[in-house]
């Protein structure tokens, strides 16, 4: 038998010479019980046997109605400082005692790095990095996660899309914030032992006004870096032979340089082409110039309509589709561009946007703002006298009402499908049952 780094190396005193103390966790890991032989021998580590990332999740030994908030950054250095030199193997489960509870953590990931062995073990080591988890419900709540494992990619901690203005997308935005920023969150030697290469490009597609330009500049501006340049394809176009191409190439002029000094230490760029499809239809258009640390968001409706030289690794590798918003990303939409009329009591009572969201399925974010916008204009209206346009508005009596609204569903269609109101209106009499 192996017995891989277990415990505290130092012999106690009650263990006579030729035994081995292993505890109840101990035991049911190596599956042996008390009074058992087993024949030991000395682990020698291999080279690069240190542990890149280590995943824990963790659980209380007694567990109950308790309830624990675990600082990451604190946690990480104490058992660093217990377990250094330690191997841990997937499914490996250790109990210890933190700020006077008992814990046990099982290793639900070792990764050490990209060539090592399928085995997931390693040693722990100084540069370690440990990430917590805990099942919701088990009482543990861990805190300060970001802080034990990032390089400070993002400028807060907390981002919440729907308080920058954009509805409806959560789900597509843990899926870019996977699939290009999260390597970015470990600092460069973590994720140069990974064998990672950041995602360079990213190519957001879908219909027309669904918050494609809105959720990249947002994204942009939230990220530590260079400002983002944004760039609308039309604009870079030009009618002479190999003049798109250079503006192309001088938009990444800045992050080249820094590439060449700085390097892997250098800011991140951001550069976000709206419209790319103007200039990215034939081939060869952006094909060089753009350095490691770009970050290229690009949106147009299919993505059939782009050169699909440009879809490669290492170019727009990752492609994201932002579809019409579903009925909880209509209610979000719309409580984002009432905000402001809510909070200055010019929303009326009546305003049920939950009813409005069910009543406007395919409307674009875009549509969704447009029929808020059309609902305050019949708001004022209602308050202008056209005999006497001079006549002082009383600011007091606005109020956006229901009606308002439901006015201005009739002036805002979707452009794509239609709406609830007219399928509504082609069952008048509902459902007629036609068998199976
Ligand atoms: N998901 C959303 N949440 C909040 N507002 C939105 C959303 N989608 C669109 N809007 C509103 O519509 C405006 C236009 O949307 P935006 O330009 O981001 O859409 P797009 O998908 O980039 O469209 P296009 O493909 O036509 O360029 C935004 O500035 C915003 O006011």
């Known amino acids: 038998m192996l017995v891989l780094g277990y415990g505290n190396q130092t012999p ?6 030729g035994y081995i103390a292993l505890n109840a966790i101990q035991r049911r890991h190596t599956r042996v019980s008390s009074g058992n032989s087993l024949s030991v021998s000395r682990f020698t580590p291999p080279d690069d046997f240190k542990l890149t990332v280590l995943t824990l999740e963790l659980e209380f030994v007694k567990k109950g109605t308790k309830s624990e908030q675990i600082d990451a950054v604190a946690l990480s250095s104490q058992l660093k400082k217990r377990f250094i030199n330690q191997v841990m193997t ?3 489960r250790v109990s210890f005692e933190y700020l006077g509870t008992n814990y046990i953590f099982t290793v639900n990931q070792a990764v050490r790095s990209e060539e090592s062995s399928s085995v997931e073990r390693g040693m722990i080591s100084s540069e370690t990095y440990f990430i917590f988890e805990a099942p919701s419900g088990n009482g543990i709540k861990i805190v300060n996660q970001r802080s034990a494992t990032t390089s400070n990619i993002f400028k807060y901690k907390e981002f919440n899309l729907q308080s920058l203005g954009v509805g409806g997308l959560g789900a597509e935005f843990a899926d870019i914030f996977r699939r290009a920023f999260a390597s970015r969150v470990f600092p460069a030697h973590v994720t140069n032992k990974l064998g990672i290469k950041h995602v360079k490009g990213m190519l957001v597609y879908g219909p027309p006004g669904t918050g494609k ?3 990249a500049c947002q994204i942009g501006k939230m990220l530590n870096g260079k400002d983002p340049k944004i760039v609308n394809g039309p604009e870079v176009l030009s009618k002479f ?14 992050a080249e340089n820094d590439q060449r000094l700085p390097g892997d230490e250098s800011e991140l760029h951001v550069t976000i082409f709206d419209e790319i499809d103007a200039i990215c239809k034939s081939r060869g258009s952006t094909r060089d ?3 490691v640390h770009d970050s290229i968001v690009n949106q147009l409706l299919t993505k059939d309509l782009i050169d699909e030289a440009l879809l490669r690794p290492g170019r727009l590798e990752v492609q994201i589709e932002i579809s019409l918003p579903d009925e909880n990303g209509r209610i979000q939409i719309l409580q984002i561009h009432t905000n402001k009329m809510k909070e200055s009591s010019f929303l009326a009572p009546d305003v049920n946007l939950q009813a409005l969201a069910a009543r406007t399925k395919n409307y674009s974010g875009a549509e969704l703002e447009g029929v808020v916008k059309s609902a305050v204009s019949f708001a004022l209206n209602g308050q202008l006298s056209l005999d006497d346009l001079t006549k002082p508005v009383d600011e007091e009596s606005i109020k956006v009402t229901m009606d ?5 569903l009739h002036e805002i269609v979707p452009a794509f499908g239609a709406s609830t109101d007219d399928l509504e209106r082609c069952r008048l ?3 007629v049952d036609c068998g199976d």
């Open 241 to 254: 032979v190999g003049e798109t191409e250079k503006n192309v190439r001088d938009l990444f002029a800045d």
């Open 404 to 408: 308002d609204f439901l006015r201005a």
């Open 213 to 215: 330009t809105l959720m």
């Open 90 to 92: 997937a499914g490996h």
């Open 289 to 291: 110039g753009t350095g």
């Open 12 to 17: 106690h005193q009650s263990i006579q010479k």
């Open 429 to 431: 009499h509902g459902m």
